[in-house]
């Protein structure tokens, strides 16, 4: 299911700015996937298993307790509390990307099956400079607005400005049937909101993308090969393309220059990323030993 908008709430009814102001002003901690972004990408745990902020780790847990991220987030508190059931929430975390990208990816491909992941994000704040794709198009997520996320299929996200870009991503988990509306306490209590948010990009022809291979392949090696698959996954939020067409473009330009390391490589990274991984695997994209 492509990504869309499941509910909007009146977030002008909560005092918002100092707690993003707070959550901007705290240091960054590395991650698991940090390296499948660049810029300043940064994911903090406002409710979690623990309660402990320096606990980033998902997992399937009947708990989920503020952390002292959202003891200094009142505004934030009041919001999930008023709008959110708790009773299947799993985490909540605090995210923020500025001047950077997070690369076409899947989520939870290495997990069971038969149990629904539910993700929405919640925009804290609207930044005209940021986007996010999936399979299905661009948009851009507003304010106050919740939506679906569907981390299992390709989606990627950009903020080519300076400015912050905060939302909440909360994590609901279910065994069996549900209705996306059972994550809410007060579904009466939602605001009216968009039904068509893709954005127009711009016509990308067949000779503009061999003319990019073609330039692509004359450049790639080892030491290029990280850099050009940020700069290649760029294009789709502007030119109208697939989500992931960055993989193929690098593979076939990796043909052209007939690098058979280079080939390799970005096959794997393709097939981590969003085709199949075991799991617990671990890519280093950086990694040319193996
Ligand atoms: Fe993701």
Redesign the pocket.
């Known amino acids: 299911m492509a990504s869309k908008i499941i509910g909007k709430i009146n977030i002008s009814a909560y005092d918002l700015a100092s707690d993003v102001k707070y959550l901007n002003s705290v240091t960054k901690q590395s991650e698991e996937y940090d390296e499948f972004g660049q810029g300043y990408w940064k994911n903090l745990s406002v409710y979690n298993a623990s309660g402990d902020a320096s606990d980033t780790q998902y997992r399937n847990t009947d708990k989920c307790f503020p952390t002292e991220h959202a003891k200094q987030c009142p505004g934030i508190q009041d919001l999930v509390s008023q709008h959110f059931k708790l009773d299947n929430l799993k985490m909540i975390r605090a995210r923020s990307l500025v001047d950077g990208l ?1 690369i076409p ?1 899947r ?1 939870f491909v290495e997990l069971d099956q038969a149990t629904t992941y539910f993700r929405v994000f919640v925009a804290l704040e609207n930044n005209d400079e940021a986007f996010h794709s999936d399979e299905r198009g661009v948009f851009q997520m507003m304010a106050g607005e919740v939506w679906f996320l569907d ?1 299992g299929i390709s ?1 990627a996200a950009v903020n080519f400005g300076l400015k912050s870009r905060m939302f909440l991503c909360l994590d609901f988990m279910y065994e069996g049937e549900f209705e996306y509306t059972d994550i809410f306490a007060a579904p009466s209590s939602l605001a009216p909101y968009r039904n068509s948010f893709h954005i127009k990009r711009e016509p990308f022809s067949d000779i503009n993308k061999k003319e990019v291979i073609a330039a692509t392949s004359k450049i790639l090696n080892r030491f290029t090969f990280k850099d050009i698959i940020f700069t290649l996954s760029k294009y789709h939020f502007i030119y109208d393309l697939p989500v992931s067409s960055c993989y193929d473009w690098i593979i076939s330009a990796a043909e052209q220059a007939n690098n058979g390391e280079i080939i390799k490589k970005a096959k794997s990274l393709r097939r981590y990323l969003i085709e199949k991984r075991d799991m617990g695997e671990r890519y280093t994209i950086n990694d040319w030993n193996v």
Request: glycine share 0%; charged share 20%.
């Open positions: 997070v990816h989520d981390a989606h």
